[in-house]
């Protein structure tokens, strides 16, 4: 026998019984987007690796050791995407459909980062990924929590916490960059190995750091809000009193600073004390210089991408999904004879708007029933050779000990409507 090929590692398959959870979560997305104006672009999930490296940043986790990077047969280097923003903001000043423009797009599809894979993180995962350009104002900001606190509340999702910060501007962030790395040094006994490597390259991350005994000197470290420009305070402060007026929820934290460098002023996450490590659900911000950055006309810009494993772990655990519904009705075939006739009467219900199911590789009337049973069905029709002859069809309730009817092929349609209702 030859050997088994397996998935690879934290790439994972979506089976048919866990996929009723993902296409609940993707149609109330859709709907809720729709409701706020929001229109779909699709990007490549290739793209050339320049692109990831200048937007998301050389010294980010992401772009330093967890890209899919190769050179292709022309020898060019490109990237499996690792998030979507970078993509739609290149396909945005290519299309030229950003500069002087409002957009409010979303993307919906798979991911790719080399981390180590445990619960809730793999290599290949799904983001629904939403972005507005071309609004500078703090009311765009609290319009994305307005939409993403709305489609937690359709699905039914309770018990998570929107954390936001401002990280300022680039020159406001520089000034505390150099304070930070002064204070990281001057405790640099007390740091993991990790954070050591970080402090020059990309001191804001400790902050991000889970280490319980670094806990202390982050706690001591100073904090960003008090490095923020005017103008950045100003949007941090209206953000949150047009957050109040809404009613949002949300705790103010100074160690939130996201793992991607193209962040500006305002970035939140919501996250949930119920998965673990891997607690964060969504996460986004501001990224007013990234449009420029890549080669376009200066343009404001802010969104967030969910992480759809972690939203459908979430669901599962709160108990919120549905066990998927089979077919209402099972076609059960006796005789060859009657096969056709069989798959033209299930055409027929189908066109009427009931699921149906027409038995296929033969099988007695037991296996057949049993199939109905295993698919889930509410009802099976028998069709046999004597049936057939006098135009009706049997019918047997599967969940209700009630005895068979013959029931008129010509009337089925109603029957089975009334019978569902
Ligand atoms: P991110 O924080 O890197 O942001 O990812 C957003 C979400 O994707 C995370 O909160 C998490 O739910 C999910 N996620 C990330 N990595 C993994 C993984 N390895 N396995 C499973 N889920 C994962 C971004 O990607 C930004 N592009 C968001 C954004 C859009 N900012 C502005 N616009």
Same mark, same amino acid.
């Given at each position: 026998m030859s050997k088994l090929i397996q998935a690879i590692r934290g790439m994972n398959d979506l089976l048919p019984n866990e996929t009723a959870a993902w296409q609940r979560v993707e149609a109330t997305a859709r709907g809720v987007l729709e409701a706020y104006g929001y229109r779909e672009i699709r990007v490549p999930l290739l793209e050339k690796t320049e692109l990831f490296a200048?937007?998301?940043?050389?010294?980010?986790?992401?772009?330093?050791?967890?890209?899919?990077?190769?050179?292709?047969?022309?020898?060019?280097?490109?990237?499996?995407r690792p998030e979507a923003t970078a993509g739609i903001v290149r396909a945005g000043i290519e299309?030229?459909?950003?500069?002087?423009?409002?957009?409010?797009?979303?993307?919906?599809?798979?991911?790719?980062r080399h981390e180590r894979p445990q619960k809730g993180r793999y290599r290949q995962f799904h983001q629904i990924d939403v972005e507005a350009f071309g609004l500078e104002g703090p009311d765009i900001d609290v319009e994305l929590i307005l939409l993403g606190t709305r489609l937690?509340?359709?699905?039914?999702?309770?018990?998570?916490?929107?954390?936001?910060?401002? /990280?300022?501007?680039?020159?406001?962030r520089q000034v505390y960059r150099e304070q930070l790395i002064g204070y990281f040094k001057s405790r640099q006994a007390e740091l993991d190995d990790d954070s050591v490597r970080r402090i020059e390259l990309n001191p804001l991350r400790i902050l991000d750091s889970k280490n319980p005994q670094m806990r202390e000197v982050i706690a001591r470290a100073p904090s960003l809000l008090d490095y923020l420009d005017d103008a950045s305070r100003v949007h941090f402060e209206n953000f949150q009193s047009r957050l109040d007026k809404a009613g949002l929820r949300y705790v103010v934290s100074n160690?939130?600073?996201?793992?991607?460098?193209y962040y500006t002023r305002t970035v939140f996450e919501w996250t949930s004390a119920q998965l673990g490590a891997q607690a964060t659900v969504c996460g986004g911000g501001r990224y007013d210089g990234l449009v420029e950055q890549l080669g376009g006309k200066p343009t404001p810009a802010i969104g967030f991408a969910l992480g759809l494993e972690r939203l459908v772990q979430l669901l599962i655990q709160q108990d919120l999904v549905a066990a998927p519904e089979g077919p209402r009705v099972y076609i059960a075939v006796v005789g060859e004879t009657v096969e056709a006739e069989g798959m033209g009467l299930a055409e027929s219900l189908r066109d009427g708007g009931i699921t149906a199911l027409c038995n296929c590789g033969g099988g007695n009337l037991k296996s057949q029933l049993r199939r109905a049973d295993k698919a889930g069905a509410r009802f099976a029709l028998i069709l046999g050779e004597d049936e057939s002859r006098?135009?009706?069809?049997?019918?047997?309730?599967?969940?209700?000990?009630?005895?068979?009817r013959g029931i008129p092929q010509a009337e089925? /349609?109603?029957?089975?409507?009334?019978q569902l209702e």
């Open positions: 200048r937007s998301i940043g050389q010294h980010t986790d992401i772009v330093a050791k967890e890209m899919y990077t190769f050179a292709d047969r022309n020898g060019e280097s490109l990237t499996l299309g030229g459909f950003l500069h002087n423009q409002v957009q409010r797009l979303w993307c919906a599809g798979a991911m790719f937690w509340d359709a699905l039914g999702i309770r018990e998570l916490t929107l954390e936001i910060n401002s /990280l300022g501007t680039p020159e406001s160690r939130l600073v996201r793992g991607l460098d006098k135009q009706v069809v049997t019918v047997k309730d599967l969940r209700r000990d009630s005895a068979q089925i /349609l109603s029957y089975l409507k009334q």
